[in-house]
């Protein structure tokens, strides 16, 4: 089974709209972290935004948040006010029990903006 | 602070020949994990080291080797080079293992002829 699913191989959004790209997660470890990262045609993986699983709040990174529900296993990045250079790849990762650094990533999402 | 940097960035090279990339991680992390991405298998976990030791080890043949040296730059080879090799590796690194989060450098590009 897969660890981290992303259902939307492609999405669409207007410039200055919210978008909501969509990660699910499978995991017995009651200890794990989910990170979003963006990664541009030129390939460098890009930070946005990191929740843990015992974090009691959804994480926000300016116009990043992660809307975790943990008992549905969902961690949808929402990007607010779109802009044209958030045309990307968008790629949910997991990362499990307190043993490794070690990132397991979704297939990804390829985020197009348009004017 | 530099981010996380690899070099070549591009890379061509036949079937059969060895290679070596270079990562040199944000100054103070100690923690350095190889990625290979690929259009089919997405992107997979190769190494983890921390303190010049492999803390964690992905799902590839033993032509896939890596280290770490004392000053936490790493260094990976792919020996007998098959066509099936051609990748985008993607280093990163962390402070520590486990509580922080992975900064990923550019990647280099390798391709197999």
């Known amino acids: 089974a897969q660890k981290i699913t992303q259902t939307q191989p492609g999405m669409f959004v207007q410039e200055k709209e919210a978008v909501t790209l969509d990660c699910t997660y499978d995991?017995?470890?009651?200890?794990?972290?989910l990170f979003w990262y963006k990664q541009p045609s030129s390939g460098e993986m890009i930070f946005l935004i990191y929740?843990?699983?015992?974090?009691?709040q959804n994480a926000t990174e300016g116009r990043y948040s992660l809307n975790f529900q943990k008992a549905r296993k969902s961690a949808n990045l929402v990007i607010s006010a779109s802009q044209l250079g958030d045309s990307a790849m968008y790629f949910c990762?997991?990362?499990?029990?307190?043993?490794?650094?070690?990132?397991?990533f979704g297939k990804g999402t390829m985020l197009l903006v348009s004017p | 602070k530099a981010g996380v940097t690899q070099t070549p960035r591009y890379l061509i090279k036949t079937r059969g020949q060895q290679v070596t990339l270079s990562c040199s991680p944000i100054?103070?992390?100690?923690?350095v994990s190889w990625y290979q991405q690929t259009p089919g298998q997405g992107l997979q976990f190769l190494f983890e080291?921390?303190?010049?030791?492999?803390?964690n080890k992905g799902n590839f043949p033993g032509r896939f080797s890596g280290r770490q040296f004392s000053n936490s730059r790493s260094e990976m080879n792919v020996s007998t080079l098959e066509l099936g090799d051609s990748a985008l590796y993607l280093c990163?690194?962390?402070?520590?293992?486990?509580?922080?989060?992975?900064?990923f450098g550019p990647g280099t590009r390798l391709t197999v002829l």
């Open positions: 995991t017995s470890d009651p200890s794990y972290g």
């Open positions: 990163a690194s962390s402070l520590r293992v486990n509580t922080d989060t992975q900064y």
């Open positions: 990762a997991m990362r499990e029990g307190r043993g490794y650094s070690t990132l397991t």
């Open positions: 080291y921390f303190s010049e030791t492999q803390r």
């Open positions: 100054s103070g992390h100690r923690s």
């Open positions: 929740q843990g699983s015992y974090d009691q």
